[in-house]
């Protein structure tokens, strides 16, 4: 009972998603040929927001609710991840849609991505096997 509340806000986001037409195949090839700006307000705003946020976490040692000091452990950069980021783009760019929105694709009714979901659930299962192999 206490995983509704978990999804209901994943519903409330996947409309708003939808409402957006930030899951829109249209809208994200848009984005790729320079041709409008929407999505590149809308990523932009959510970096700045991201950024804002830690900020204000590290500057006023936020506490979770129950009561433990978020720390954010810093991260080194390595070849892995512009490795990663390629495959990624390359996905995105190719399928049309960013991991984020394919569980409301799916839930409006664009069954055929359902194909997308599963290749992603596929690709984090080799990443998994893989992982110790890969640069990191």
């Known amino acids: 009972m206490s995983k509704i509340k978990f999804l209901l806000l994943g519903f409330i986001f996947g409309v708003i998603l939808i409402k957006a037409e930030v899951i829109?195949?249209?809208r994200i090839q848009e984005m790729f040929r320079f041709q409008a700006f929407q999505m590149y307000g809308i990523i932009g705003s959510a970096v700045m927001i991201g950024?804002?946020?830690?900020?204000?976490?590290?500057?006023?040692?936020v506490k979770?609710?129950?009561?433990?000091?978020?720390?954010?452990?810093?991260?080194?950069?390595?070849?892995?991840?512009?490795?990663?980021?390629?495959?990624?783009?390359?996905?995105?760019?190719?399928?049309?849609?960013?991991?984020?929105?394919?569980?409301?694709?799916?839930?409006?009714?664009?069954?055929?991505?359902?194909?997308?979901l599963l290749s992603a659930i596929f690709g984090t299962w080799v990443y998994g096997c893989l992982r110790n192999k890969l640069p990191h």
């Open 24 to 26: 829109s195949w249209f």
């Open 51 to 61: 950024v804002i946020s830690v900020f204000l976490i590290k500057k006023y040692k």
């Open 64 to 116: 979770t609710i129950h009561g433990e000091e978020i720390k954010i452990a810093p991260k080194q950069f390595n070849k892995g991840n512009i490795i990663g980021g390629l495959i990624f783009g390359f996905g995105w760019a190719m399928t049309g849609a960013c991991p984020g929105p394919l569980y409301a694709l799916v839930g409006s009714g664009l069954l055929v991505i359902a194909v997308v």
